[in-house]
């Protein structure tokens, strides 16, 4: 009896239980041993023979590991069965993990090949949710942004969503402020505005916004250092020369300088004291762009270009968008109605300037990204799309896998079911499997996607760098990738999960006699699902073929001026501190002297950057006056100097070119394109007539009439457009267009130090080619066809090793029927076609399948694409070409190996 | 023979057996066993340590549930019942049990032979 008892205790004390659980176990073993030895005893044994056998019985028992196996599972089974929960959703859950775990360890290879596949397609679905996150998602670090709401002006009878939105003059803006009441606090802020800084040697061109003084405030932002700027720095004008730093800025331009405040940097050469630096990751309102440096609006004077200096006096000149925070409870219609009644009033009290005016309200989480948003949503819901799709042939892939392991796997199976797991706990079981796999992808997924936007983001032009939105990996990014990864999980889980859990114990054991038979099945959902892969695959690959197509042809464009051998310049003597006269001398002597440089043609200086222009609304033409106030004319306004057509090669259609005759005191001229005269002359008679431009008070007479250019972007609807002399319209903000005899790039260099000899001081770090406008305006498209191509690529991969391994994967379950064929005659080549040709049939039905589904998505295309249809044949024949190339190597592999089936093993095999 | 269909049986059906003997009344583990080895005649007998960790396996899962009792004159001994679920764990098995008795015999011709 003792020896039992210290041997029970000496066999768990491994187990480390509780004590009270141990003494039960002891007490009920003991008693199972007292049993025992009481029964041997009235069977007739001698009382040591029974001692011997209850000690022997004991002691060839492994106890220890029985038990230890059982406490360890505690809850219920590893083999999780029907019923047999515990009752526990946490504890069952937790169990269900944890086999998982052990089943994908178990399977290192699968577990690789699967989660690598869906970190491609997860990957890809959080690059580019985090691009659509960083832009449209959580653009500004603001407190409430929902109740901040941005104003604008707009031309009568226009909807917001025509997309005319207007700045403010900043007399307007100071008396909506003072009359309206929807508001707990209303600011303005300028565009960012180029300026030029200089604080050490080396001048540089920066951002610049003037902004009141509440502006801050109003948007609930705090500055990491410093203050903002007091009431009393935005009443008088040029009295309070004080800065704020951009945290961007601060980093990037000064280095991160601890003892920044209080320094002096001139901004366009006046000098301006640095009081604060803006809160990190605030790169102002506008998301997109934002600026380095902000000023107070009563600056203006100092910051603004020449022609823009009475911003603060002159009603006519708009510079402002106006942010207001609503009150509390007031909805947006309120507010609108309390705005337009005051804009209203103010039309009929300065008819000069605000007629026809009205003011446009928004939230400015709708604002925020300015005209850009169409684009960006357009772009964004396309991308997200492709991405999915890429994620499903991953789904459909790892399903694929899944399918070939569950045969493998039917066997286990069979054992649960044989012992009574019901098919709902089974699915549970499976999907836990297959979900934990799609957040291991997922983890995977989510550092190649934070890789691949950094990657992307580092594509962002150098210069404007710190001003773009920075890449926000966020909260909003993990859950996206983890709702992504658990869903993926389900997706390609349930449909391997529904069948393996179909299983039945006898089909099992029959099909154990008859060689697999049942897996001909699976291979049918396996075609299926690769049918599916290679039609999507094929979508993507058009859809990139069309858009690569579409900017092909818009580099064919003629933007109406020629973009070879010319070079721009950007310079603005205004703000290196010149006065008028300085200015003049300078363009003056500019012109002399880089003329004289060899290579150069002609040259000539021109206000607007080429697919840059400012539409102006309320051109007033003589004699037509009495339009309605919706039919404002508009143009794009031109200040140029001599030569301006010839250099950029734009032919007149008549009338002259301006000359050195056209000066200040001499009539006032214009020169108009041949869409305006068309449009408002229909009868060729505009030269010698007058038109007005808006908020200026001369009638200037038409002289000449030229070819219609692109203005605003590449391949737009003709614009009307309007070019006066420089002579007449004095700019301090000028663009220097040089013609080359030979590649510009050649010369760029010696104009340069041309501009550094005349002035040190002027910056002239903007330089481009013709052709680089081109490229620049065509940025963001090739970006996309990048994107495009990438994903269509990645698509078609995909789809390639699923087709591959499908057709591997059935070449091995048909070895022996191949043996059997050879055994009868078949010969290499008859049996390597057997196998392509069923590759090649599943193929050929995705293609079909993929060519009516891309050429309906390239129908929804066709409005965004440009000269190609979107149809196209070259597109789809290429993609069709590609795929086919590819699924044809990925079919002929094991179809090489199918024919190298040595009968004699595979039948021996079986 | 008789070890290796012990071994198998154990390893596929034990907790079939122990859940259908407790189906009646509640019994202890020596009970049990006992019964076990009556029952099939000698060939299955179970260990002191396969029989027990299964019991409290099962018990663990929450398919059977063990009480002390005490009767006069006797050591306090553990019985077990079976629970609701099971019950119906029991129905699931011997279903699926008279299922793959009935494969194997449609495979080796002993059903109809």
């Known amino acids: 009896m003792r020896e039992w008892n210290d041997e029970i205790r000496k066999q768990l004390t491994g187990l480390n239980l509780p004590p009270a659980r141990e003494e039960e176990i002891i007490e009920e073993l003991l008693n199972h041993l007292e049993n025992l030895y009481e029964e041997l005893l009235a069977g007739g044994a001698a009382p040591e023979k029974a001692h011997r056998e209850v000690l022997a019985s004991l002691s060839q028992s492994d106890l220890l590991v029985e038990l230890r196996a059982t406490e360890r599972t505690a809850g219920p089974d590893p083999i999780p069965e029907g019923i047999a929960n515990s009752g526990h959703l946490l504890a069952d859950l937790w169990q269900d993990l944890r086999y998982a775990a052990r089943m994908l360890r178990k399977t290192p290879g699968f577990t690789a090949v699967a989660a690598l596949t869906l970190a491609l397609g997860i990957g890809a679905n959080t690059a580019v949710f985090t691009i659509i996150n960083t832009l449209l998602f959580s653009p500004l670090p603001v407190e409430k942004i929902s109740e ?18 207007q700045l403010m003059s900043f007399l307007n803006f100071k008396d909506l402020r003072e009359r309206t009441h929807s508001f707990t606090s209303l600011a303005a802020h300028s565009n960012p505005m180029a300026i030029t800084m200089t604080d050490t040697a080396e001048p540089r061109r920066i951002f610049a916004e003037g902004v009141t003084a509440n502006y801050f405030d109003t948007l609930g932002i705090h500055p990491s250092m410093g203050r903002f700027f007091l009431p009393a720095e935005d009443t008088t004008p040029g009295a309070a020369p004080v800065a704020v730093l951009g945290y961007a800025a601060w980093q990037g331009r000064f280095g991160g300088a601890p003892d920044i405040l209080g320094r002096t940097i001139k901004l366009n050469s006046t000098p301006f004291t640095i009081i604060g630096i803006g809160p990190k990751g605030f790169k102002g309102v506008y998301a997109v762009f934002g600026p380095d440096v902000w000023v107070p609006s009563t600056m203006a004077e100092q910051i603004f270009p020449a022609q823009q200096r009475n911003a603060l006096s002159d009603r006519a000149i708009t510079l402002f968008t106006g942010i207001g925070r609503l009150r509390e409870g007031l909805t947006l219609a309120q507010a609108r109605a309390e705005l337009s009644i005051v804009a209203a009033s103010l039309e009929k009290e300065f008819p000069d300037t605000n007629q026809g005016q009205a003011v446009v309200l928004r939230l400015l989480t709708e604002a925020a990204y300015g005209p850009e948003r169409q684009p960006l949503m357009f772009g964004s819901t396309l991308l997200m799309a492709i991405v999915g799709l890429v994620l499903l042939i991953a789904c459909s892939n790892v399903a694929n896998l899944l399918l070939s392991r569950a045969t493998v796997r039917r066997q286990e199976v069979a054992v649960r079911i044989a012992l009574g797991a019901g098919r709902s706990r089974l699915i549970r079981q499976l999907l836990t499997e297959s979900v934990l796999l799609g ?36 909260a909003s990014v993990f859950g996206f990738a983890f709702a992504v990864s658990a869903v993926t999980g389900l997706l390609f889980g349930i449909v391997p999960a529904l069948r393996t859990s179909r299983t039945s114990v006898s089909e099992v054991l029959k099909e154990e006699t ?35 197509r579409s900017i092909q042809s818009e580099y064919t464009i003629d933007p109406g001026f020629e973009t070879n051998h010319l070079a721009l310049f950007m310079l603005y003597p205004g703000q290196a501190g010149y006065d008028q006269t300085r200015t003049e001398q300078f363009y003056k002597q500019s012109r002399d002297r880089i003329g004289g440089i060899p290579g150069i043609s002609s040259l000539s200086w021109a206000s607007n950057l080429p697919l840059w222009g400012r539409k102006e609304t309320g051109v007033v033409i003589e004699g037509q006056e009495q339009r309605k106030k919706s039919e404002a004319i508009s143009a794009v306004v031109n200040t140029i100097d001599l030569n301006y057509f010839s250099t950029l090669g734009i032919p007149f259609v008549e009338g002259r070119d301006f000359t050195q005759d056209d000066r200040d005191l001499s009539t006032p001229i214009a020169i108009i394109n041949d869409t305006m005269a068309a449009k408002y002359w229909p009868n060729h008679d505009e030269l010698g007539k007058r038109l007005q431009l808006p908020r200026r008070k001369d009638f200037l007479q038409i002289v000449g009439v030229v070819k219609t250019a692109n203005y605003q972007t590449l391949g737009e609807a003709p614009q009307s457009s309007v070019y006066i002399p420089l002579r007449q319209n004095y700019s301090d903000a000028m663009i220097l267009y040089v013609r080359t005899e030979r590649d510009p790039s050649a010369t760029l260099a010696a104009v340069q130090s041309e501009i550094r000899t005349l002035d040190p001081v002027l910056p002239v770090d903007d330089i481009r080619t013709g052709t680089k406008v081109i490229d620049q305006a065509l940025w963001g498209a090739k970006i996309g066809v990048g994107l495009l191509g990438v994903f269509g690529l990645l698509a078609l ?65 066709s409005r965004f694409l440009y000269g190609v249809a979107g149809s196209d044949f070259l597109s789809l024949g290429a993609a069709s070409l590609l795929l086919l190339v590819v699924a044809f190597l990925a079919c002929y592999l094991p179809a090489r190996s199918a024919s190298r089936v040595d009968p004699l093993v595979a039948l021996h095999e079986s | 023979m008789g070890t290796t269909l012990d071994q198998e049986w154990k390893k596929g059906s034990a907790e079939l057996l122990i859940l259908a003997l407790l189906e009646d009344q509640p019994r202890h583990g020596y009970d049990i066993g006992k019964l076990i080895e009556r029952l099939s005649g000698g060939m299955l007998r179970f260990h002191i340590a396969s029989l027990y960790p299964l019991l409290y396996r099962l018990e663990n899962r929450g398919l059977i549930h063990g009480r002390w009792v005490e009767k006069p004159n006797q050591r306090r001994r553990r019985y077990y019942r079976l629970t609701t679920q099971g019950q119906i764990t029991l129905a699931r098995q011997r279903q699926s049990w008279r299922e793959f008795v009935s494969a194997v015999g449609r495979i080796t011709g002993e059903e109809h032979a």
């Open chain 1, 148 to 165: 901040l709401a941005a104003i604008n002006a707009t031309q009568a009878k226009m909807t917001p969503q025509s997309g005319e939105l």
């Open chain 1, 439 to 474: 957040l291991l992808g997922g983890v995977l997924g989510l550092l190649l996607g934070y890789g691949g936007c950094q990657f992307l983001w580092s594509f962002r032009p150098a210069e404007f760098a710190q001003n773009l939105a920075d890449l926000r990996i966020n």
């Open chain 1, 514 to 548: 008859r060689a697999m038979g049942r897996s001909r099945n699976r291979i049918s959902l396996a075609n299926t699902l690769l049918t599916g892969q290679v039609a999507i695959s094929l979508v993507l690959l058009v859809v990139a073929a069309l858009v690569l």
């Open chain 1, 797 to 861: 991969s995909l789809a390639a090793v699923g087709l591959y391994g499908i057709m591997a994967y059935s070449v091995n379950q048909r070895r022996r029927e191949i043996g059997v064929r050879m055994a009868l005659g078949a010969s290499e080549g008859s049996v390597s076609l057997l196998v392509l040709r069923q590759g090649m049939t599943v193929v050929l039905s995705g293609v079909a399948l993929g060519e009516g589904l891309a050429v309906l998505a390239g129908r929804a295309l």
